[in-house]
Nanobody, 126 residues
Framework: QVQLVESGGGLVQAGGSLRLSCAAS????????MGWFRQAPGKEREFVAA????????YGVDSVKGRFTISRDNAKNTVYLQMNSLKAEDTAVYYC???????????????????WGQGTQVTVSS
């Protein structure tokens, strides 16, 4: 089992920044591909960004490219999402997720993840 706990969410003005953290405990963190997803009120959950187990490969959805950066520190069992130039449309609950033994190409699919955190609220005021 892997437990994931997100933190770092909050209320920020448009144009501001937040850094989300996701701390993992349990099985070997460094063997998992990690992803961030978000769900806005009344909308379906959407993929935001993913990072391979080594951190050598990252991918972000077009709407966040150039603004959000995913990274990980395997020594700290933590994955991060640095969010800059935030917009009102980034308002959502953000979830981190862990995928065991999945090809990196599958990390955009929520159904390929095995463990999920409880989520952290990000609210961007315009």
């Amino acid at each position: 089992q892997v437990q994931l706990v997100e933190s770092g969410g909050g209320l920020v003005q448009a144009g501001g920044s937040l850094r989300l953290s996701c701390a993992a405990s349990g099985r070997s963190f460094s063997s998992f591909g990690m992803g961030w997803f978000r769900q806005a009120p009344g909308k379906e959950r959407e993929f935001v960004a993913a990072i391979s187990w080594s951190g050598g490969s990252t991918y972000g959805v077009d709407s966040v490219k150039g603004r959000f950066t995913i990274s990980r520190d395997n020594a700290k069992n933590t994955v991060y999402l640095q969010m800059n130039s935030l917009k009102a449309e980034d308002t959502a609950v953000y979830y981190c997720a862990a995928a065991a033994k999945r090809p990196y190409s599958q990390l955009v699919q929520g159904s390929r993840y095995d463990y999920w955190g409880q989520g952290t609220q990000v609210t961007v005021s315009s």
